[in-house]
């Protein structure tokens, strides 16, 4: 069973500081690439973060500087460690492994940064 689990959300300060885990399952974990998205209430969900299955890294100019996206293949999870997180980040959060034209999302996880 093809399976992600996204975990460590929470209620955080603006300025604060936030790790996202997710665990895979049922996939080849190391030949996918990784991405983090979030939707926002009222809004269309966005690419946050992507680390393909070579290491390379790719991110929102929203979130540069301040996010963090990496990959432990002997755990079969992603990470996106996010620091000095402002109100606007505020958003549920989605793991999203694909492949080709495949690709299978996760549960989400809420965050939210009060000002």
């Known amino acids: 069973q093809v399976q992600l689990v996204e975990s460590g959300g929470g209620l955080v300060q603006a300025g604060g500081s936030l790790r996202l885990s997710c665990a895979a399952s049922?996939?080849?974990?190391?030949?996918?690439?990784m991405n983090w998205y979030r939707q926002a209430p009222g809004k269309q969900r966005e690419l946050v973060a992507t680390?393909?299955?070579?290491?390379?890294?790719n991110y929102a100019d929203s979130v540069k500087g301040r996010f963090t996206i990496s990959r432990d293949t002997a755990k079969n999870t992603v990470y996106l460690q996010m620091i000095s997180l402002k109100p606007e980040d505020t958003a549920v959060y989605y793991c999203?492994?694909?492949?080709?034209?495949?690709?299978?999302w996760g549960q989400g996880t809420q965050v939210t940064v009060s000002s």
């Open positions: 999203m492994a694909s492949i080709r034209l495949y690709d299978v």
């Open positions: 049922g996939i080849i974990f190391r030949i996918y690439d």
């Open positions: 680390i393909t299955s070579g290491g390379s890294t």
